[in-house]
């Protein structure tokens, strides 16, 4: 697989419609890796790579066409599989026009972990930033986190307050006071956190912020992961968020 294909300049490229992809394994995606943490390389037709409108910032912060695993030099750790920001990049890019995605989730990352300051939110709000700077507007931040923060009842308690403070650290240190934010309700972790933490995220009650329940859809044998095909219809459902909400928003 090649991904050597990099768009250093500007230059010819329409301004591209930026989506921040953050989170944890869930969003950096899995899809398709077996128990020996192989990818079995099976892309399919909604995740497509498309050269004239998709793209994705890399690890050394230039755009490139967009293909999976979009997160193979971000969440260096482990190996990675389809998530669902292709299938998402696909169902908006009729309405949005050029995309580019910006991958920054971290597998096995807790929410204390993405606090202002810290290495991880730093580094995600330094890499919006850049792919403003190169070429682009940002039009939503897509969250998918909080398998790792329901170990406990302390982490669970502590949720709330951490993911709302994220979402008014982010807005502030990017500027935009209205960034659209789309969550998705877990829907593995702990079992005996499981449901207080899907009903943290469903409530919370911040303008623009909106939650989508990854509830029904499969995962894999390890029963934390979501299939490749859960990630697809993963990526559908975030994209109806966000024209939705789009809609709302004009």
């Known amino acids: 697989?090649?991904?050597?294909e990099s768009?250093?300049?500007?230059?010819?490229?329409?301004?591209?419609?930026?989506f921040i992809l953050s989170g944890q394994s869930n969003m950096a995606g899995r899809g398709g890796v077996d128990k020996h943490?192989?990818?079995?390389?099976?892309?399919?037709?909604?995740?497509?790579?498309?050269?004239c409108k998709i793209f994705r910032l890399n690890a050394q912060l230039s755009w490139e066409v967009a293909r999976e695993p979009l997160h193979h030099d971000i969440d260096t750790k482990k190996i990675c599989g389809v998530g669902p920001g292709m299938s998402?990049?696909?169902a908006v890019?009729?309405?949005?026009?050029?995309?580019?995605?910006?991958?920054?989730?971290v597998g096995g990352t807790a929410i204390k972990e993405w606090a202002r300051g810290g290495h991880l939110y730093e580094n995600m709000v330094n890499r919006a930033r850049a792919a403003v700077h190169i070429g682009g507007e940002i039009k939503a931040l897509l969250w998918y986190q909080g398998e790792s923060d329901t170990a406990s009842q302390d982490d669970v308690d502590c949720y709330k307050g951490n993911m709302e403070t994220l979402i008014h650290s982010v807005r502030a240190d990017l500027g935009l006071p209205s960034l659209p934010i789309i969550q998705v309700a877990i829907v593995s972790g702990d079992q005996k956190y499981l449901e207080k933490m899907r009903e943290i995220q469903k409530g919370i009650d911040i303008p623009n912020v909106v939650c989508v329940d990854a509830e029904g859809l499969q995962l894999k044998?390890?029963?934390l992961h979501l299939t490749t095909e859960?990630?697809?219809?993963?990526?559908h459902s975030l994209a109806q968020a966000y024209l939705?909400?789009?809609?709302a928003q004009n």
């Open 244 to 247: 939705t909400l789009s809609v």
């Open 221 to 223: 044998e390890d029963n």
């Open 7 to 18: 768009i250093q300049t500007n230059e010819a490229n329409p301004t591209k419609q930026i």
């Open 93 to 105: 890019k009729d309405s949005a026009g050029a995309i580019g995605l910006v991958p920054c989730a």
């Open 37 to 51: 943490n192989h990818w079995d390389g099976v892309v399919p037709p909604e995740c497509a790579a498309d050269s």
């Open 230 to 235: 859960a990630q697809v219809q993963l990526g």
């Open 1 to 4: 697989m090649d991904f050597s």
């Open 88 to 90: 998402f990049a696909n």
